[in-house]
């Protein structure tokens, strides 16, 4: 299984930035997604996640409102819409797959990807 996520850079708060996981290896719509992020000194933290169908979504408060997270199933392809960032979204970001239940715990995930930095200046 592999997990390519893109789409991190460098961007102004109040900007917007749109990051893709392509999977491979796997059942893709068997999955469900997750985006987690870490910043520097931090702890990885939940951002947002999709079930398998695409039909329901779970959000980090702290994003509620300004991301948003969909799929391509058949692309095999796992989006996070990034608008109003702020400084305190900088991280790396990283994508995940499930293969059970819709959740928000990082270690019920099977699979990561590498990690795409987005850095919010102010």
């Known amino acids: 299984v592999q997990l390519q996520a893109s789409g991190g850079g460098l961007v102004q708060a109040g900007g917007s930035l749109r990051l893709s996981c392509a999977a491979s290896?796997?059942?893709?719509?068997?999955?469900?997604m997750g985006w987690f992020r870490q910043a520097p000194g931090k702890e990885r933290e939940f951002v947002a996640a999709v079930s398998g169908s695409g039909d329901k979504t779970f959000y980090a408060d702290s994003v509620k409102g300004r991301f948003t997270i969909s799929r391509d199933n058949a692309k095999n392809t796992v989006y996070l819409q990034m608008n109003s960032l702020k400084p305190e979204d900088t991280a790396v970001y990283y994508c995940?797959?499930?293969?059970?239940?819709?959740?928000?715990?990082?270690?019920?995930?099977?699979?990561w990807g590498q990690g795409t930095l987005v850095t919010v200046s102010s």
């Open positions: 290896g796997l059942t893709f719509n068997n999955y469900a």
């Open positions: 995940a797959a499930d293969r059970g239940i819709l959740t928000t715990s990082g270690r019920s995930y099977d699979h």
